[in-house]
Structures are given as C-alpha cells and as structure tokens.
C-alpha cells in the first residue's frame, strides 16, 4: 500500500508560481496513475490534473489548463504540480491520490490512496 505525502504549499500573491511536490513510499510508484485535486471550505473534493503511470496522458481541468503543469519522476517517486498565475480562485488544500489501475482520470472515486493535502492560499 502506497503512502503519499504532500509539499511546497504555502501563501502567495496573485500572479505567482507554487511547485507542489507529492512523494510516495510503500509501494511501486511506476505503477499508479496519479493525479491531483483540490478542495477549497465548503466545497467538494475537485479534479485538477491527472497522468498516467508512465507520465503520459496529462490531462487538467479547464481552470487551469495553460497554467499548471503535472510532471513525474518514477525514479525519485515523486509526482509534481508546476502552478503559474495563480489565482485567488486557486485557494485550497491540494491532494494528490494514486490510482491502481495505470490511469485515474478526473474521478474521485477512481483514485484509491490520497495525502493528506497541503494548503495553496493565494491572495489578491
């Protein structure tokens, strides 16, 4: 069973760039599709960027298509969330999740480990 552990949150003013970081022990990182999502207070749990075991497939969600980018390193097993521009809107607690089948998609349920999140706080 994988563990997954989030970094690289924190306070930032519009306009600015965050790298998340998503490390992940106990099991075979090459092996899961991976993704992030986001909850912001009050709202549900959201997809924002998704790859495949490989790093293929990267796919976002619309709000952030052009300014975030997923990456992986399957020898550091560590997934990546790039985030440029950011936006107010931005604002929540970010998770990333592993999927063992070899791609998640934009479901939650898909996804069958998660972290615990790490906070993204963008002000105006």
């Known amino acids: 069973q994988v563990q997954l552990v989030e970094s690289g949150g924190g306070l930032v003013q519009a306009g600015g760039s965050l790298r998340l970081s998503c490390d992940a022990s106990g099991g075979t990182f090459s092996s899961y599709g991976m993704g992030w999502f986001r909850q912001a207070p009050g709202k549900d749990r959201d997809f924002v960027a998704a790859t495949s075991r490989s790093g293929g497939m990267p796919t976002y969600d619309r709000s952030v298509k052009g300014r975030f980018t997923i990456s992986r390193d399957n020898v550091k097993n560590t997934l990546y969330l790039q985030m440029n521009f950011l936006k107010p809107e931005d604002t929540a607690v970010y998770f990333c999740?592993?999927?063992?089948?070899?791609?998640?998609?934009?479901?939650?349920?898909?996804?069958?480990?998660w972290g615990k999140g790490t906070q993204v706080t963008v002000s105006s």
């Open positions: 999740a592993a999927d063992n089948s070899p791609y998640g998609g934009s479901v939650v349920g898909n996804y069958d480990y």
